[in-house]
């Protein structure tokens, strides 16, 4: 009896996949009552200024996408939440239900989705900028007379969505419309500003002027002091920080939360790139608020003002090296940067309080996978502190530096995984190769008709077959131990930066 050799099982390669799938902003309305081959669609009132107007399948009329937060309600109304597995099979093929809905991947933190009812492709809906893009991509032109022909909805204040009309605005006034991001959630500010106001702090002087005689003890903390101060009579800051502060009481945001939702607020305001390259002259607090925009040195002025207002310490960082300016807010020394009793407040990007970009593009900082150096500011080179208050301080920085020890640790136990993980793979390899060999020399004998050293190999070779396969199964399990720990990677780091 010769026996049967136990069967090996080849060892499969596993692939790393991983994916990045963005969190939702704001989503578009919709409503049609002329034909059922419209449900879904955005359409652009070609004629009135492309407004924008969006059939909703299921009652066939439309919505009007006006403000961002009228889309918002819309999206969080209208959409239809899914299952993730209903989110996957529809991004491989959306099924006819789910054209030109809106869906919502209810599993994972509500992600809104537009479904193009033309090719059926998933369009993500994020930041205010990207459901623009997806109205501008995909909305198709119709003439006042066509767009007529459809029914608008009629919005209840009940389960069913609730839409404003648009702003009317008098001749001196501009709506201005804020987005950020905090604590994996967004939000959305609008501010009715003045363009006279505009006008008068567009005029004013950006050069520091003194008597001879009376020259200031410190010329840029004079200087800088110039843009930290209102015009009498301006109380537009006051204003946006009392409605910042009624949203945040809403989301029971309070102390160290409250500062950093703050200070998110001034780092989502969109980075002036174009006046890098300009004459880069400094804003006025309003001017920065007016256009939506600004530099470094802008956005600081603006982070430091707010804080001071919130009660705290707080002082304006420059690092002359990089030509770069950030916040800081009053902390404990032990956990200040470099010591300084502030806390760094990157401005120009979403960082969280106390933690120094690596590297700068353009003046604005880029957020790094490097987690061993995320507070050490040296790599800006030399810090110059202006404008110095003390009060109260926060706190929170204790918080993000124990995240970021856990991704750090993380990141060591990945690299040792992978260092194990070759290692075994080089074995398994070898040891392959000499199962591969005793098969050849079993099969050698097996065709000269030698049984007997047929049979007297095969004990051998079953037991490195058990071994093999043992080691394919502990290899496996390693595997899946090293993708559980890149995924949580993944999503700590995502989370830390508010990453979509």
Sequence with gaps: MTGNP??????KKILISLFVIGSFWFLLPGNSAAAASLSGRIFLQVQDKGQAWYVYPLDSKRYYLGRPTDAFDIMRKLGLGVSEKDFYAAAIKAPQNLSGRIILRVENKGQAYYVDPVSGHLNYL??????????????????????????????????????????????????VQFSWKYDGKNYLLDEVL???????????????????????????????????????GDGT?????????????????????????????????????????GTNLPNYLYETLYRNSGVCSDKSFLAVAMLRKLGYGA?????????????????????????????????TNFFPIGVVPSSLKLGQAESSNQFNALFDGSNLGAMEIYQRTTAKSYTGVSQTMARAEVIKKLVQSINDERTDLNTISLEL????????????????YQASGDINAYNQLIPQYNEAARNYNDKVANYQL???????????????????YQQS
């Design 429 to 444: 390899a070898s040891d392959r190769n000499n199962l591969d060999a005793l098969r050849a020399s079993m099969n050698s």
């Design 194 to 232: 003045s363009k006279s106001l505009y006008t008068q702090y567009s005029g004013m002087s950006r050069v520091l002027t003194y008597r001879t005689g009376e020259e200031p003890a410190n010329m840029r903390d004079a200087f800088y002091a110039m843009f930290l101060t209102p015009r009498s």
């Design 478 to 496: 390693k595997i899946d131990i090293y993708n559980g720990n890149i995924r949580e990677y993944n999503s700590q780091t995502k989370s830390f």
């Design 237 to 277: 800051l006051d204003k946006v920080l009392n409605d910042l502060k009624k949203i945040a009481a809403q989301n029971n945001l309070t102390g160290d939360k409250l500062v950093e939702f703050m200070m998110a607020f001034v780092q989502y305001i969109p980075y002036d790139s174009a006046k890098v390259t």
């Design 315 to 347: 002082a304006i960082l420059d690092y002359p090296d990089n030509k770069h300016s950030a916040a800081g807010v009053a902390c404990a020394a032990g956990e200040s940067t470099n010591g300084s009793g502030y806390c760094f407040v990157e401005t």
């Design 126 to 175: 994020g930041r205010p900028e990207d459901a623009y893009r997806v109205i501008r991509s995909l909305g198709q032109g119709i003439t006042n007379a066509d767009l007529n022909r459809i029914l608008i909805g009629a919005l209840s204040t009940g389960p069913g969505p609730v839409v404003t009309p648009p702003v009317v605005l008098g001749p001196d006034q501009k709506l």
């Design 6 to 11: 136990i069967l090996v099982n080849n060892m």
